[in-house]
C-alpha cells in the first residue's frame, strides 16, 4: 500500500475508519516501521492523539472526528466523548473544529461513519487545493526549507506544507527540500521519509544549521500550523519563529500552509492560542537512554507562536492570503 501518493482512497491514509474500527499508523514507530493500529473505542482514540500515535493538526482533527463516530455508534454520551477529546491537545484548532463539527451532525441525526468519513475527505480535498496554490510559488531549480511534519502523515493524505512541494514535483520542477530534524520528536524523519517515498531530492539538517543554509541560498520557507488566529499570528511547533526571524532578516519569502478549519476566528491574535508544553523526558532522553545529566531538568514547549509580521503569504484552500486578508476570506 501507498500513503499520500494523491488522495486515492486505494492508498493507505493516515488515519481512516473501516470494520467498524478506527484505524492509523502509529507514527511514533516511522520511519523504522509502518504499524497500522485499531480502536474501537473513542477513550483509546483519545489516548492515541495525546501520545501522538496520530499527530498533525489536520490528522488530529479527523482522528477526533472517528471518535466521536466510535462515541455515537457505542451509545456514548458524545458531550463527555467531545470534553475528552478535546482535552487532549490543547493548541491543535483542527481538533476543536472537528469535535464541534460532528456534534452539529450528530444532533442533526448525521449518520455517524458518513459524517467522520466526509470529515476527513474535506481535509484531503483542502489538502489538494493548497498543492495546486502553492505549487505555483515555486520556481524549477527551488530550494526550500520546511520544519516539522507537514506532508501525508500529519493532515489524512497529501499533506499542508508538503502539497505544493507534491505537486511541483509531479508538475516535473527540479527542487532540494531542506528538512530540519525538529526536536526533540524528530518529525522532521517523518517528512524525509515521505520525501523518500516519492523521489523528492532531499537533505535531514540539525535545528540549529537553518540559519546556515537559509543563508547559503534558500529560496522559500513553507511551514505547516497548528492553531492560527485572526491576525494571522500562528502556531507551528517549537523552533518555528526563529526561522521565519531568520528568514525575515535574511529576505526569504515564508509561506504558512493550512487549511480553512485551521484558522480560529474566535481568537484575536496570538495571545488568544493555549500553548502546550510536553514532559521533560522528551528532551532529557533519547530512544529511553538518558542523554542529560542525572539532576538536571528541562523545559518542553511544544510550540512556539510566530507573528503575522513575519508571513509572506498563508497557503491555504482558497487560495493565497496576506494576514490583513484573512478575517474577510474567512468569514
Known sequence: MKIGLGANKSDMRAVWFA???????????LPGDLTVVSFRDHAEVASAIKNTSVRGASSIGAAAAYGMCLASLNGKKTKDAADLLKATRPTAYDLFYAVDHMMRRLDDKADPVRAADEYAQAIVDSCIKIGMHGAKLIRDGARIMT????????SVDVGTALAPVRKAHADGKDMHIF???????????????????EGIPHSVIVDGASGHFMRAGTDMVIVGADHIAANGDFANKIGT?????????????????????????????????????????????????????????????????????????????????KAHEIKERMR
Open 147 to 154: 520544519h516539522c511534519n507537514a506532508g501525508a502523515l500529519a
Open 19 to 29: 470494520d467498524g474500527a478506527v484505524k492509523m499508523i502509529d507514527q511514533r514507530k
Open 241 to 321: 519563529y526563529e526561522k521565519a526571524v531568520m528568514a525575515k532578516e535574511l529576505n526569504i519569502p515564508f509561506y504558512v500552509a493550512a487549511p480553512s478549519s485551521t484558522f480560529d476566528r474566535g481568537a484575536a491574535d496570538g495571545k488568544g492560542i493555549r500553548m502546550e508544553d510536553r514532559e521533560e523526558d522528551e528532551i532529557t532522553k533519547i530512544g529511553g537512554m538518558r542523554i542529560a545529566p542525572v539532576g538536571s531538568h528541562a523545559v518542553n514547549p511544544s510550540f512556539d507562536i510566530t507573528p503575522s509580521g513575519y508571513v509572506t503569504g498563508f497557503i491555504t484552500d482558497i487560495g493565497i492570503l
Open 179 to 197: 528538512v530540519s530534524e525538529t526536536r526533540p520528536r524528530f518529525q522532521g524523519m517523518l517528512t524525509a521519509w515521505e520525501l523518500l517515498q
